[in-house]
């Protein structure tokens, strides 16, 4: 059976046609778990209304509901909905987005095909509030480069995603299995991300080549995705040290605590590669205030090769070199 991990949260403008698009699947899938967060419109009685409808012609899909006042978020909501979903798949969705179709018939090939493969993804289409294409492509606003989907296309992604995540979860399907590796989800990690790289570092995760998903940007998204500007860029690269440098200490080390409690279903290599990285962002933490003296420390560092396996490479060597430090250092300097 597939599962659908539906999350809502006032979505009553877009949420009939994401369903819709979900009903007309074939294979159709066996339930939609609805994780509503506290909406005030009339988004439950949408999902419930087409479920009725459809189940009223033929329709075999059932629907359970999961309310929660006061609101969850988004990453506590898709937990929850994934706990109490009952397929052997889980496809997650947003309320905003449309499903073209094959999108599960495509998984399911694709779980048919590799035993070992607990998460699939994809690129997705771009359209703007009422439907339009935007001439852009998830993975292209995400800048993912031909090394970055390559690795992933091939199922070797632990590697990648020990960079960065580029897995949207409104692309994913996955095996029920895997939630029992990666929950609960730690501080500081957003679902999709924590998913991934767990599926990767324990099994097998894919990036499918087809474009499956028409991915809604509406200005209203809680987590969306837009090609940046020069603006953006140097904004990003400006901002102050703390408190990212600390929270990529802190979701390193959580990842590196979940897998040693994994055991032998990690790979030596994965787990030594979370150390190193770890080890790379405490590097980073205690860089010095000053810019000008940090510049031997990230020599060292590029020359090791750790800005390429650990980091974005050259964006990240910039980033270390202009970021201002916190609290009172920041401020002399700015004089």
């Known amino acids: 059976m597939i599962s659908v ?49 459809h189940r009223a012609a033929g329709g075999r899909t059932e629907l ?15 937990a929850d909905a994934l706990a109490h979903a009952r397929g052997d798949l889980v496809a997650l969705s947003d309320q905003d987005d449309v499903w073209l179709p094959g ?5 399911v090939a694709a779980f048919d095909a590799d035993p070992r493969l607990l998460l699939v993804h994809g690129d997705a289409r771009l359209i703007d509030a009422e439907g339009h294409p935007t001439g852009t492509t998830l993975l292209q606003a995400l800048e993912a480069t031909p090394g970055e989907r390559a690795g992933l296309a091939r199922g070797d992604a632990f590697a990648t ?42 099994g097998e995760l894919r990036l499918l080549p087809e474009t499956l998903i028409d991915y809604r940007q509406h200005g209203g998204n809680q987590i969306g995705a837009r090609r940046p500007t020069m603006a953006d860029r140097w904004a990003k690269l400006r901002e102050p040290r703390e408190p990212r440098a600390s929270g990529l200490v802190a979701r390193t080390s959580a990842l590196v605590d979940r897998l040693e409690r994994l055991g032998d279903a990690v790979p030596s290599a994965h787990l030594a590669g979370a ?6 962002e405490q590097r980073r933490r205690a860089l010095p205030r000053v810019p000008v003296a940090r510049v031997p420390r990230i020599a060292a560092a590029y020359l090791r090769g750790d800005y390429r396996r650990y980091s974005r490479g050259a964006i990240d060597v910039l980033r270390d070199l202009v970021q201002p430090a916190p609290g009172k250092a920041r401020a002399t300097l700015n004089r």
């Open 64 to 78: 359970v509901v999961r309310r929660h006042d006061p609101a969850l978020g988004v990453v506590a909501n898709f």
């Open 161 to 202: 995603l020990l960079r960065r995540n580029l897995v949207t979860g409104a692309t994913v399907v996955l095996r029920r299995s895997l939630v029992d590796a990666a929950a609960p989800f730690p501080p500081g990690w957003v679902h999709d991300e924590w998913l991934a790289v767990i599926a990767a570092a324990v």
């Open 103 to 107: 999108r599960l018939a495509a998984a």
């Open 275 to 280: 150390r190193a990285r770890l080890a790379h």
């Open 5 to 53: 991990a539906l999350c809502t949260h006032d979505g009553a403008r877009f949420v009939g046609e994401q369903v819709r698009s979900i009903l007309a699947q074939v294979p159709e899938p066996g339930e939609i778990v609805l994780g509503d967060d506290a909406s005030r419109d009339d988004t439950v009685a949408i999902v419930e209304r087409l479920v009725a409808e």
